[in-house]
């Protein structure tokens, strides 16, 4: 049973190793090179870096400005590694296979008529190498979608039923790819997503159970099961953003305690280090980039500087745009935020948690050295209940909707985070 927990027993040890590489944050001159506020952004490997219409091939040390004729390109989105979608002014689908550099013409896609050229592309995601997908608007009363799985050589249109998500030339496109899913920050509304599922083949829609949220402001999952998003309030009380956690694939979600969290990204594992979240923080004058080891529960404010996107190759590379000296530039990031578990400005002591009695019945106790919250957790990761706990105080639960197994109890605060495990008996 414990087999399917060992990746959090796993990441639990590795947050006590620190890493011996630092994170660094290199500026790149970008006062020639203008770069929008909210650009593209793809970093495909330590040698090539893409930022608007911005090309470079020596990780962001000299900048190639490509066809100025081209309007933008079209989200995150590499085809294969070394092709690009993008829209140019007259809505003419172009493609490169050698980074950018020179573009063709593409009225049709492997002879076939895609349908695309007189009409506005709302949104196009490459999710891998093979699979890639085209949102379209269309005048047949829902959105065109057409999907490759061959790297673009062929496009396949699905047939038209009741997917009308999107609107006409949103400005705004908040999405992750996780697998084979993708979660897409719904443009009409701002407060639902949508899902596309099995690499863009099946569609649905997920609703949120908040009645105060007003505008995703960005969303991220680390697997298939947990991810984080942000959002604004429509109260004008509210002058922070507010973040909630999922931990089975969005079904619901949670409230977390972390205040004035905006974009956020998930950086990938390697080997030698463990995922991460990141976020900027806050609003001018208070900004910075703030990361989570914990799947959300606890942040670490990394530096003060004003991001407006981050894009990670793994854990320990990646790049950032960031607003300064009143124009944009390009940042990069190497290295590994080491110190989180360590860093005795962080995490000084773990407090003493003990929870009794273990195997319990209806009731458990849960006395720790310091102020903090308790989540109660089923085998499949499922919250069943949440709650705060007083520092040196017996703090009861009630167990009594709980069924006869094994329950993990999960207790955290500013600068701690553990889980326990408890077994109920009948």
């Known amino acids: 049973m414990l087999k399917k927990y060992f990746p959090i027993i796993a990441l639990l040890f590795l ?44 990780t962001g040390k000299t900048l190639l400005v490509l066809n100025s004729g081209f309007d933008f390109v079209l989200n995150d989105s590499v085809l294969m590694g070394q092709g690009y979608l993008i829209k140019y002014k007259k809505q003419l689908w172009q493609k490169s ?13 492997n002879g076939q008529d895609t349908g695309l050229i007189n009409k506005s592309t709302d949104f196009y995601n490459a999710l891998n190498q093979k699979y890639a997908y085209i949102v379209a608007d269309t005048s047949k009363g829902c959105h065109e979608i057409w999907r490759t799985e061959d790297g673009g050589n062929n496009w396949n249109r699905l047939p038209c039923n009741a997917i009308n998500f999107f609107i006409r030339n949103a400005s705004v496109w908040r999405y992750c790819n996780i697998g084979s899913m993708s979660y897409i920050v719904n443009p009409k509304t701002l407060n639902s997503l949508v899902v596309a599922k099995d690499n863009g083949k099946i569609w649905d829609s997920i609703h949120i159970d ?37 931990n089975n694939g969005g079904k ?156 993990f109890v999960r207790c955290y605060g500013s600068n701690f985070c553990s889980t326990h495990k408890v077994v109920i008996m009948e």
């Not at 620190?18 to 330590?46: E, G, H």
């Open 15 to 58: 947050l006590n190793i620190p890493s011996k590489a630092q994170w660094q944050i290199t500026l790149l001159d970008t006062a020639k090179y203008q770069i929008p506020t909210n650009p593209t952004l793809m970093f495909y490997s330590k040698q090539y870096m893409w930022a608007a219409s911005k090309l470079s091939t020596d």
């Open 97 to 109: 296979v050698d980074y950018g550099k020179t573009w063709d013409v593409q009225y049709f896609i």
């Open 210 to 246: 908040n009645n105060k949220m007003q505008a995703i402001q960005g969303i991220a999952f680390s697997d298939t099961l947990n991810g984080l998003l942000t959002y604004t309030s429509k109260y004008a009380a509210d002058t922070a953003s507010f973040l909630m956690r999922t």
């Open 252 to 407: 619901t979600w949670q409230a977390m305690n972390e205040l004035g969290l905006y974009t956020i990204f998930y950086a990938k594992a390697t080997k030698k280090n463990p995922g991460y979240y990141i976020s900027q923080y806050g609003a001018y004058p208070e900004v910075g980039a703030k990361v989570s080891f914990d799947n959300g529960y606890t942040w670490k404010r990394l530096d003060s500087l004003l991001h407006t996107k981050f894009y990670f190759s793994d854990a320990e590379n990646g790049i950032s745009t960031i607003y300064k000296d009143t124009f944009t530039q390009l940042a990069v990031f190497t290295g590994f935020p080491a110190g989180f578990a360590s860093n005795a400005e962080t995490v000084k002591t773990k407090p003493s948690i003990r929870i009794y009695p273990n195997p319990a019945n209806d009731i458990i106790h849960i006395e720790s050295g310091e102020n903090g919250n308790y989540e109660i957790l089923n085998i499949s990761g499922q919250v069943l209940a949440t709650g705060n706990m007083l520092a040196n105080n017996p703090n009861p639960i009630s167990l009594k909707e709980c069924k006869q197994g094994l329950y």
